[in-house]
């Protein structure tokens, strides 16, 4: 038996790739000249070496067409030819845990352990009130099942590109009101429901973090969904969070699952630092009064939780119609801090960037759950 690397060719050309729908000669992907050897003794086999080239390490086909190919070779060469096949990628591998966000200083969760307490409209103002306060800041819409992020900084129409950097192609955040921002609501009909398993989103929330170009950052807000959730989890697997800011009303229901969420953050298996808390919709003042005052979800119920857990209540957010029209409008109140709203979430940012500078001098950094 003879062999030549153009034997090898030859039977490479037979295997299709399932990604181009052509042979793999076509597609390009056999990187170099097949190696061959020839038995050095008696008895030895022929020896082939072949190197495919795939895109990325996530290829879904990368394992089946490696099969094929040596298959394939051993069908046309010879069954009892020794096949080595290698792979190389054309883009790096995604970072590991823990080295996904280098340029990153600070990563902030804004939580809560119950809906509609306006926790997306607090953290879309603090991103903006930290960024006119003249910091570089990235904003990720966590919520995957209701992304809200789009049409509060009103670009519902917009669609990030990808970049080739540093041999990855990565997703450009789309950049508004001097804030980084990324939410699923830029990949999915804002009029379809996305019915995902728990797996998917969080596929795609991993993808969000770790396979786009957020730079350099001072402030990493996440605005997180609901509750407790599988999404919580990852991204407490994913990323060292530098501490949560807690997001309630006055409400005791509200009050009595802000608790929990704080509880999540303080589990000893999380040990994530609590900034402190936001009293949202803290008292209702109608735009023709504007120095009246209507505690209709009650009255300082977040100073009572603060104190009693121990921790900053960072900012008292009123209730009045102009916050609501200008998350709807995508123009939000930290935009003109003349306003009452507005300089209270200036206030807020810079109580942040207090609390996170105070953390970060006396506490260790965090460590990512399940890295311990």
């Not at 605005?223 to 959730?229: E, K, M």
């Not at 060292?240 to 009595?256: E, N, R």
């Not at 209702?284 to 120095?291: G, K, Q, R, Y």
């Not at 009572?304 to 409008?329: F, K, W, Y």
Request: net charge negative; glycine share 8%.
């Amino acid at each position: 038996m003879q062999l030549y690397p153009q034997l090898i060719m030859d039977a490479l050309a037979t295997v299709t790739y399932a990604g181009t729908k052509k042979n793999l000669v076509e597609s390009g992907m056999v990187a170099d000249t097949p190696a061959v050897a020839a038995p050095s003794a008696e008895g030895e086999p022929w020896k082939v070496k072949v190197v495919l080239e795939f895109q990325r390490d996530t290829d879904p086909f990368l394992k089946s067409t490696v099969k094929a190919a040596e298959a394939a070779i051993k069908y046309h060469c010879g069954q009892d030819i020794e096949v080595t096949i290698e792979t190389e990628f054309k883009s790096k591998p995604r970072p590991e845990v823990g080295q996904m966000l280098p340029g990153v200083k600070n990563i902030i969760a804004v939580s809560s352990g119950k809906g509609g307490v306006g926790k997306s409209t607090v953290s879309a103002n603090l991103a903006i009130a930290l960024a006119r306060l003249g910091y570089r800041v990235g904003l990720l819409d966590t919520d995957i099942f209701g992304p809200s992020m789009p049409k509060m900084f009103h670009v519902e129409d917009q669609r990030p590109y990808a970049v080739h950097k540093d041999g990855r192609d990565l997703i450009c955040p789309i950049e508004q009101y001097g804030v980084k921002l990324l939410s699923i609501g830029f990949f999915v009909s804002p009029n379809t429901a996305t019915l995902w398993r728990g797996g998917m989103a969080t596929s795609a929330l991993k993808q969000l973090i770790a396979d786009a170009d957020w730079g350099e950052l001072d402030y990493f807000i996440l605005d997180t969904p609901p509750g407790t959730s599988d999404i919580h989890l990852t991204l407490l697997q994913t990323l060292p969070i530098t501490g949560s800011v807690i997001v309630s009303t006055p409400q005791a229901v509200a009050l009595a699952d802000a608790r929990k969420g704080i509880d999540m953050y303080r589990n000893e298996k999380v040990n994530v630092p609590i900034l402190g808390l936001v009293e949202n919709m803290a008292w209702f003042t109608p735009a023709e009064l504007p120095e009246n005052r209507y505690y209709i979800f009650g009255r300082e119920g977040c100073k009572r939780l603060a104190d009693e857990m121990n921790v900053p209540l960072l900012a008292q957010i009123p209730l009045v119609q102009g916050i609501c029209e200008s998350g709807d409008n995508g123009t939000p109140a930290a935009l003109n801090s003349d306003t009452a709203t507005g300089l209270a979430f200036i206030n807020l940012a810079q109580a942040v960037v207090t609390v996170v500078n105070r953390r970060n001098k006396e506490q260790p950094a965090t460590k990512i759950v399940g890295t311990k």
